[in-house]
DNA sequence: AAAGGCCTCAACCGCATCTTG
DNA sequence: GCAAGATGCGGTTGAGGCCTT
């Protein structure tokens, strides 16, 4: 038996939002908000629609601050470098884009930004066939940036991206150094203090102790790693923090297992990791509260997407 | 001018994850 | 620990406008 619906879709209105309903919806939610509950909120507020409906329209259209219109170059970028980082993880890339929303990004990705790396004029139309055509062109080109043995075997990039000039909004050479690290995805790692100016990242135990080399392997960009912070009772910090928590003195970045690390300056690593994390909404500006012993937590299961 | 096709984007759907009791 | 409900997310759809032929 399935879930039953959060509510009745025979008797809720669907389809487009009148100015009506918007004034409804917008006039509740700046007097009472959403009362922890998006479900109960279209009765109270009056509004013959489904709560996901509501919050949907709250979340892509009435809430303040949304920024609506054409994307900046740097909000291209941003999303480009994310994209080739995370793949279509596009609430993670709305969270660098203030003013955007998930939506946004998405519809605006796969009608517009995808066609501008295969180097079409914003505004000149395409054919199906042309565009067919103009991709497998570059495809056969060999556009993609990355190194050959990146592109093949466990690298699993964004499939769309692939054949894209995508090189001009990537940050390389570091992009294609970071991804080949020997990090394995989808498992916990370890982070700790190297010495006064390292950080170690490194992968547990249990994740890391296959023999048939699987472990040395990392699918560049699109997973998500759950880490493991620890330091063995040092003050605990996360990557960003180091990165931008105000530990000046933090020049290198190791990632591998603690025997064969790779080694990153920290000044390349940066511009790949934003100073907008779950560390920060943990601890608010004063990371200093991070210190603890024993400290085993896992941030949010999606909240990180880099290293 | 008309018809057909393409493009955009708001909204929906279903599934995964999180929260609560 | 479990089940049910709520929320979040990414993929998909479809209406309406625009462009091309």
Not at 160 to 165: A, F, I, T, V, Y
Not at 194 to 210: A, N, R, T, Y
Request: with cysteine.
């Amino acid at each position: 038996m399935g879930r039953a619906p959060c509510c009745d879709k025979a008797i809720v209105k669907k389809g487009p939002w009148s100015p009506e309903e918007d004034r409804q919806l917008k006039e509740y939610m700046e007097k009472y908000g959403t009362g922890g509950n998006w479900i109960a909120l279209p009765h109270k507020a009056g509004l013959n629609r489904c709560g996901k409906s509501c919050r949907l329209r709250w979340l892509n259209y009435l809430r303040p601050n949304i920024k609506h219109g054409d994307f900046t170059d740097d909000e291209d970028r941003i999303i480009c470098n994310l994209y080739a980082t995370i793949g279509s993880r596009w609430s993670i890339i709305a969270s660098q884009l203030p003013g955007r929303t998930d939506n946004d990004i998405k519809n605006y990705w796969n009608s517009k930004l995808k066609k501008k790396l295969l180097g079409f004029p914003p505004s000149q139309r395409k054919t199906h066939q042309q565009l067919q055509k103009q991709l497998e062109q570059q495809q056969q080109q060999q556009f993609f940036p990355y190194p050959p043995e990146i592109r093949t075997g466990s690298f699993s990039s964004p499939p769309s991206l692939e054949g894209m000039q995508i090189s001009q909004y990537l940050p390389t050479p570091m992009s294609a150094t970071t991804f080949s690290s020997p990090l394995p995805q989808g498992s916990m790692h370890q982070c700790q203090v190297k010495d006064s100016s390292s950080l170690l990242i490194f992968g547990s135990e249990q994740s890391c102790s296959s023999s048939d080399g699987s472990c040395t392997q990392i699918s560049y960009g699109s997973n998500v790693v759950d880490y493991e912070l620890c330091n063995g009772g040092q003050q605990m910090r996360s990557l960003e923090s180091f990165l931008y928590g105000g530990m000046e003195e933090t020049q290198k970045l190791f990632l591998g297992d603690g025997e064969a690390s790779l080694e990153y300056n920290i000044e390349e690593i940066k511009p790949l990791v934003g100073p907008n994390s779950w560390c920060n909404s943990l601890f608010g500006d004063d990371l200093s509260s991070a210190t603890t012993k024993d400290i085993s937590f896992k941030p949010p299961g999606k909240a990180m997407y880099y290293y």
